[in-house]
Antibody, heavy 117, light 112 residues
Framework: QVHLVESGGVMVQPGESLGLSCAAS????????MHWVRQAPGKGLEWVAY????????LYSDSVKGRFTISRDNSKNTLYLQMNSLTAADTAVYYC??????????WGQGTMVTVSS | DVVMTQSPLSLPVTLGQPASVSCRSS???????????LSWFQQRPGQSPRRLLY???DRDSGVPDRFSGSASGTDFTLKISRVEAEDVGVYYC?????????FGQGTKVEIK
């Protein structure tokens, strides 16, 4: 069964950095692009970042470009999101999501990131 | 960026009755591959989103056939033929034809 499990969400102060991880299982991780999508408390869904299956293409939303870095380790079936210069606007549940050719099919349970002083 | 506009934002429905959610894109979603990459997601209270439909009307495995999708130009519709209690939640449309991929604001479906 396809499974995505995010971890690393905590409370941090504005300006700090944080790294998220997503452990994948049940499918050939190295063959699929992956995404991060976030959801601020009580709000809708926002696409954050995309990473091609081989790591050679990375795309970001304007709201995180230059501050966030998406990466992967196909040998460990793990997706990462490094977040720097965090602000209150980055407070959200962060979902790791599997790509399915111009759509998103499998979502993780999400990990909560809170940025507050 | 492509703006996805959903309506209504709140939809009270009666059990057993049909329901319809609309989603309008600010530009054509027809991709150079010939497909229209518009998906629908359901997010039940306290859960992660779950995909219902992709490429406008292709239904995911396990999704009841009471859910259907259609398109007319830049207008897209999710229809529930007979609403059941388990259908309560927020429904989002998403376009994946143009980067960045964008979501609609969400439509909250609740039982009257």
């Amino acid at each position: 069964q396809v499974h995505l499990v995010e971890s690393g969400g905590v409370m941090v102060q504005p300006g700090e950095s944080l790294g998220l991880s997503c452990a994948a299982s049940g499918f050939t991780f190295s063959s699929f692009a992956m995404h991060w999508v976030r959801q601020a408390p009580g709000k809708g869904l926002e696409w954050v970042a995309y990473l091609h299956y081989d790591g050679n293409l990375k795309l970001y939303s304007d709201s995180v470009k230059g501050r966030f870095t998406i990466s992967r380790d196909n040998s460990k079936n793990t997706l990462y999101l490094q977040m720097n210069s965090l602000t209150a606007a980055d407070t959200a549940v962060y979902y790791c999501v599997k790509d399915d050719y111009f759509t998103l099919d499998i979502w993780g349970q999400g990990t909560m990131v809170t940025v507050s002083s | 960026d492509v703006v996805m506009t959903q309506s209504p934002l709140s939809l009270p429905v009666t059990l057993g009755q049909p329901a319809s959610v609309s989603c309008r894109s600010s530009q054509s979603l027809v991709h150079s591959d010939g497909n229209t990459h518009l998906s629908w997601f359901q997010q039940r209270p306290g859960q992660s989103p779950r995909r219902l439909l992709y490429r406008v009307s292709d239904r995911d495995s396990g999704v009841p056939d009471r859910f259907s999708g259609s398109a007319s130009g830049t207008d897209f519709t999710l229809k529930i033929s007979r609403v059941e209690a388990e259908d309560v939640g927020v429904y989002y449309c998403m376009q994946a034809t143009h980067w960045p991929w964008t979501f609609g604001q969400g439509t909250k479906v609740e039982i009257k």
